[in-house]
């Protein structure tokens, strides 16, 4: 992997691109009323995915860029699972019909901090409202430092089949630098209990770019991961936005690793997974070969969503919760940020929505096209265009941002083809934002490109 390059682009602040256009595109034009159109409006075959926000946590992690609050009363937490329970049931009566549900998401926040009863009250409440198919996987996001047995039990119960590990780092300074002492212990104790209730599905998040993170540090969390044997790995590097996030200002902006610093941790932990016989896939996901996101990727459909790269086909993701973001085929939809706007929405019987983003054709086209780069590395523009009725060659001429990437050997293009040189993948939001007609350089809206 190129250095030079690592120099060159690593400070540019791009989107991860889980969607396109992306949210800071999305307007209040596109309200309750709009969203309702859209649902009922779904084909009589849709099926959806299910992504439930909890905003909540027992203490603020400092590199957090969540939409989530520090919650001491369980009492609020009930009021919010009981104000979810009544979102669903609004969304499933405005479609007109129980589709069916392939995926479902629990996100934060930390979504394990509900009472157990509750999760599973819950979970009973979307089977209710949807079909959800006995074959769907059912994921939690889990702070291993707050999971308890009874919620381990009420998930195995609730059929909940991958759980998502935020580990981030296993170095202790890193750790108290980002207020998140998290020992290794306390991990695989989590992973066993896990295993023992029959959730095998087990993906690890890490981080890199953390304060006083090095790639020695970087390295030996890999290590220890490995030695709890996850098939996922999400691996990030931090986005520091304390202008956006103002619990990022407790972070020492004087201790985070430069951009080139934060390109040989990403090569290095890299490195160290394919080694031990992860496939890389995408930007910043690894799995087992045999791992149906790494069967995806082989077989060239893998897609994107606001959870990462997914095994996910629906055009249908429907978002519940404070902030939740939808996707329809019309476009997309969020709700009120701040809980209480939401819940006061939904308990007067309207829709949650705050915002939104209705679809043209050329944004259905762009959006294909950068999804293939960021889930395969290439693109066959050809092909694509030719599914939209458009022309490559105008698509090309569009993308002025292409050039210098094409002079500087990050992209080959043999005829309508785009592919991403192989040292050249850590740069591919750069090579997807040259498609990107909404980017304003000028707003710092994003993370870095490395």
């Not at 299910?50 to 957090?64: A, D, G, K, Q, T």
């Not at 290439?378 to 993308?399: F, Q, V």
Request: hydrophobic letters at 40%; glycine letters at 8%.
């Amino acid at each position: 992997m190129r250095t030079d390059l690592a120099a060159s682009y690593g400070e540019e602040r791009l989107p991860r691109y889980t969607s396109y256009p992306t949210a800071p595109h999305f307007s209040p034009a596109v309200g309750p009323d709009t969203y309702a159109e859209w649902l009922a409006g779904l084909p009589a075959g849709a099926s959806a995915s299910l992504y439930l926000h909890v905003p909540f946590c027992r203490e603020m992690c400092w590199y957090c860029g969540c939409h989530t609050q520090i919650v001491r009363r369980d009492g609020l937490i009930a009021a919010y699972q009981r104000t979810l329970r009544s979102e669903i049931a609004q969304v499933s009566e405005t479609i007109g019909r129980r589709i069916k549900v392939e995926h479902i998401h629990f996100g934060g926040g930390t979504p394990t901090i509900m009472a157990p009863e509750a999760f599973a009250e819950l979970m009973a409440a979307m089977r209710h409202s949807f079909f959800v198919l006995p074959s769907a996987e059912i994921a939690v996001e889990i702070d291993p430092r707050t999971l308890t047995s009874e919620m381990v039990e009420a998930m195995r119960l609730s059929g909940v089949n991958r759980a998502s590990l935020g580990v981030q780092s296993f170095d202790p300074v890193v750790q108290r630098a980002i207020n998140r002492v998290q020992s290794y212990e306390q991990t695989a104790s989590v992973v066993d209990r896990l295993h023992r209730a029959g959730i095998n599905g087990i993906n690890f998040d890490l981080i890199y770019g953390l304060p006083h993170q090095t790639v020695a540090s970087c390295l030996d969390t890999v290590r220890r991961s490995l030695e709890l044997g996850p098939d996922r790995f999400s691996v990030f590097g931090y986005a520091h936005v304390p202008d956006f996030k103002k619990h990022q200002r407790m972070i020492n902006e004087a201790v985070l690793p430069d951009g080139l610093a934060r390109h040989d941790q990403a090569c290095a932990i890299a490195n160290a997974l394919k080694e031990a016989g992860y496939v890389q896939i995408g930007l910043d996901h690894f799995a087992r070969p045999d791992d149906a996101m790494a069967v995806a990727f082989e077989e060239r459909t893998l897609r994107r969503n606001f959870q990462g790269y997914t095994t996910d086909k629906g055009e249908v993701l429907l978002g519940f919760g404070a902030s939740a973001i939808g996707h329809l085929p019309q476009g997309y939809v969020q709700n009120q940020v701040q809980i209480g706007a939401y819940a006061q929405s939904v308990a007067a019987g309207r829709l949650a929505t705050a915002k939104g983003y209705g679809l043209t054709d050329d944004d259905r086209l762009r959006a294909d096209i950068i999804e293939r780069i960021m889930c395969e590395f290439s693109a066959d523009l050809g092909d694509i265009c030719a599914r939209h009725g458009a022309e490559p060659e105008a698509m090309l001429k569009s993308a002025a941002r292409l050039k210098p990437l094409i002079s500087d050997g990050i992209v080959r293009l043999d005829g309508d083809r785009l592919a991403v040189a192989s040292d050249s993948r850590f740069l591919v939001r750069s090579v997807a934002a040259a498609f990107d007609a909404h980017l304003d350089p000028g707003k710092q809206l994003h993370s870095r490109a490395v």
